[in-house]
């Protein structure tokens, strides 16, 4: 039995197979690369998966965690044992000896997040190791294959790591030779990087223009795109003979200002595009002459895989997918390329959805650090804070960040706002500066709803904005949607961190503000939530968010969500993230695959039409006139697919359990491949509604899942891998609990 394994400190990454005989090891949550188990400090020159060009990292923490993936060779494979061991030298291992921590044989069935209890670690320094297993049978494994890891020079307590930026060389899909001197070329989609190009000049006294843009116009680079989408122009004059020429792209004054993220120095400025045209120049041009640097986080494109038999929902995948690793340039999830900023709300729907497309935790939790210590000014968004630290835990099973950052969120869920029936604001003078200290914050904290108001930054063609005429009041429902949502997740935080007495208070809050919630902003008559106390009026907003966070009655559910879809998509791409969230946790997957695959204005198709091939910062330029064209927070089918609509979520923390739960609707097929710190966790469906339903799927050893399959009738039948099975009949789902690791088959028949 061979073992797949990775090295987790403050996150995870997984050892990769590449081609060309080479072997790489991402170690860490800091992304160090090694061939054949050698560090290296330079950039691969080949590249290897892909092209992808990785480097080595450090590991800065002085007490690192471990993780493997165990193989599921045989069906409900679980481990039972593991010895590991870690030694300053290979040599040692190749004994299965170690200087540093030999861990005997350990009778537990962790696999990930097991800390090193060996001699202290120098800094600076190689050290490698390797694990080996025992399953339920008592049948031991081989030991892995060596891997290493190299300690920091200055090594600490607490620290969350990354990968370093990546750089791969792209060439054009297609170049046209426009007339003698001009010739545009298309690199099939946008990316982050600059432009490295071969050029010939008779006389040496040649120059050149080049146009670098995201949008083209009649066959040329459009040199007026308007809103923040980029366009750029540079000069070169050409020496004799053939030479390479390397752009250095010019810095924005607003993406490297004071506030913003700047570009690693050994990877230089970039900027995004997809199209780059060369005027003046008269001369063949190759496909090789012409190389885009592309630069981004390390991702490998085959840790997720998704098919339907929907072609839109494929192309609004798509889309979604590749955004996250074209928007990770910066090794931080931004805004997009117009300020460079981290927010909250771009971090929670980024983090989803980067969980689901690539193994990797690491770019999630340093920018969740990150804005503890750097929030920006939105209400809901400090609150944020505290469900992307919980959906941290969820993914890896990793405790270090929920106590190293605790008390901050205990600040991050603005209790210190509340009145006597639980409500919070930020318009009744409780936002005193002893408040923003605990929160980190300088400045003025308001709530904001959705994104873009009217009228805000001067943006007055915005048509409304994307609140769906939200009526902001002192005690605002979204925000206290919000409020709750932290009480709950702070009561959990604390039942994991062994802090009952928190966990006891912050229930006690949570069902206090429930109960207030329902009595102050729920219209009984109309069924609806209002937007705050002191307003009859009823937004989507007011209505999705509690339906997302668990505020709203079971009898109440239906009236709301009829109300939620006589609105459509009256929100941002933001607020869909929630929207999608409330439709598919209250199980109606027909109108969820109507919003996901609709071609209208306000849809993710759309984004494709008006020809963007990353994600939107709007649904269309008239509704934000500046905004970008390489915005993450339009990437939320990225993760609602995977979560919602097949249904794949971590039940126990580091999926030590796994829910399936797909949500078909009328969808006929889809197939899904998910990374997980335990393995992939493949699923895929044939599905004739109200009539049939086939659902197979692979589930990682170590792991159990628990099965949601659809309920007709009390007379259908269930079959697993051919054999007639029994079943809990959950509202409309038949739920087969406790299913082991391996590949099984399920039919239910009418």
């Given amino acids: 039995m061979s073992l797949h394994f990775f090295l987790l400190t403050v996150v995870h990454a997984q050892k990769q197979s590449v081609p060309h005989g080479l072997t790489v090891n991402l170690l860490s949550r800091t992304g160090k690369v090694y061939l054949n188990g050698y560090p290296s400090t330079t950039p691969i020159e080949k590249a290897v998966s892909q092209r992808e060009n990785f480097q080595f990292t450090e590991i800065s923490a002085r007490v690192p965690f471990f993780g493997w993936i165990v193989p599921a060779q045989k069906e409900n494979t679980r481990q039972t044992a593991y010895r590991l061991l870690v030694a300053s030298r290979k040599d040692f291992l190749l004994k299965d000896s170690a200087d540093l921590w030999d861990s005997g044989k350990v009778d537990k069935n962790s696999s990930a997040n097991v800390l090193y209890s060996g001699k202290q670690l120098a800094p600076g320094k190689v050290y490698f190791w390797k694990v080996k297993t025992w399953n339920q049978q008592g049948e031991e494994s081989g030991f892995s294959e060596i891997s290493a890891f190299k300690t920091a020079e200055e090594l600490t307590d607490y620290a969350t790591d990354r990968y370093p930026i990546q750089k791969q060389d792209e060439y054009p899909v297609k170049i046209n030779r426009i007339g003698e001197i001009r010739h545009f070329a298309d690199f099939g989609k946008a990316a982050f990087g600059r432009i490295r190009v071969n050029l010939y000049s008779d006389t040496g006294t040649d120059s050149v223009i080049i146009h670098l843009g995201e949008t083209e116009k009649n066959g040329a680079v459009n040199r007026s795109p308007g809103a923040s989408i980029r366009y750029s122009q540079y000069k070169i004059g050409l020496n004799k003979g053939w030479k390479t020429y390397l752009v250095t792209i010019r810095p924005d004054k607003r993406n490297t200002g004071a506030q913003a993220v700047l570009m690693p120095e050994y990877i230089g400025e970039v900027t995004p595009f997809r199209y780059c045209e060369i005027e003046n120049y008269n001369h063949p041009l190759q496909e090789k002459d012409l190389v885009r640097e592309t630069v981004f986080y390390p991702f490998n494109d085959f ?34 390329d117009r300020e460079r900023i981290p927010y909250e709300a771009d971090a ?29 000014w939105p209400t ?21 960040s929920l106590a190293h950052f605790y008390e901050d969120l205990q600040a991050k869920t603005l209790m210190a706002l509340s009145d006597e029936n639980g409500f919070i604001s930020t318009r009744t003078g409780k936002v005193t500066p002893e408040v923003l200290q605990s929160v980190h914050f300088n400045g003025e904290i308001r709530d904001i709803i959705d994104w873009p108001h009217t009228g805000i930054l001067g943006l007055e063609k915005e048509e409304g904005g994307e609140t769906d005429g939200f009526v902001f009041t002192d005690i605002n429902t979204v925000v206290n949607a919000f409020h709750y949502r932290t009480l709950v997740l702070m009561a959990q935080i604390a039942e994991t961190l062994g802090k009952t007495d928190d966990r006891k208070f ?20 109309r069924g609806v939530y209002m937007d705050g106390i002191g307003t009859n009026h009823a937004s989507l907003h007011a209505n999705m968010f509690p339906l997302a966070f668990g505020l709203v009655p079971e009898k109440q559910i239906d009236g709301v969500l009829k109300f939620i879809r006589s609105r459509g998509m009256a929100c941002s791409v933001y607020g869909s993230q929630f929207l999608l969230d409330a439709i598919y946790d209250a199980n109606d997957p027909e109108y969820g695959l109507q919003l996901l695959t609709s071609t209208g204005e306000r849809s993710w198709y759309n984004m494709i039409q008006v020809g963007s091939t990353i994600t939107l910062e709007a649904w269309d330029n008239k509704y934000k006139p500046n905004q970008d064209w390489n915005h993450a927070w339009g990437a939320a089918p990225a993760n609602l697919i995977p979560r919602k609509l097949m249904g794949i979520e971590p039940l126990e923390p580091g999926f030590r359990k796994i829910s399936i739960k797909p949500q078909p609707g009328p969808l006929k097929s889809a197939e899904i491949k998910h990374p997980t710190i335990r393995g992939d966790v493949t699923v895929s469906f044939t599905n004739n509604p109200g009539q049939s339903f086939r659902l197979e799927v692979d589930i990682p050893a170590n792991t159990t899942a628990e099965i949601y399959l659809p309920f007709y009738t009390g007379s259908q039948t269930i079959y697993i891998n051919g054999q007639s099975a029994k079943y809990i009949q959950k509202g409309n789902f038949s739920v087969m609990e406790d299913v082991g690791s391996g590949k099984w088959t399920f039919v239910v028949e009418r």
């Fill in 303 to 336: 840790d997720s895989h998704f098919h339907s038999s929907d072609t839109i929902l494929n192309q609004v995948w798509d889309i979604s997918k590749y955004s996250i690793k074209a928007t990770s340039f910066l090794g931080i999830y931004v805004d997009g």
């Fill in 506 to 525: 912050y229930d006690k809050r949570a069902a206090k503000l429930k109960q207030s919630f329902n009595t102050y902003l729920f219209d009984h008559k």
């Fill in 348 to 376: 929670l729907i980024n983090q989803l959805s980067h969980y689901a497309v690539a193994r990797d935790y690491s770019m999630a939790r340093y920018t969740h650090e990150y804005l503890i210590r750097k929030p920006t």
């Fill in 380 to 400: 809901e968004w400090h609150l944020q804070s505290v469900l992307i630290a919980w959906e941290d835990y969820m993914y890896t099973g990793n405790t270090l």
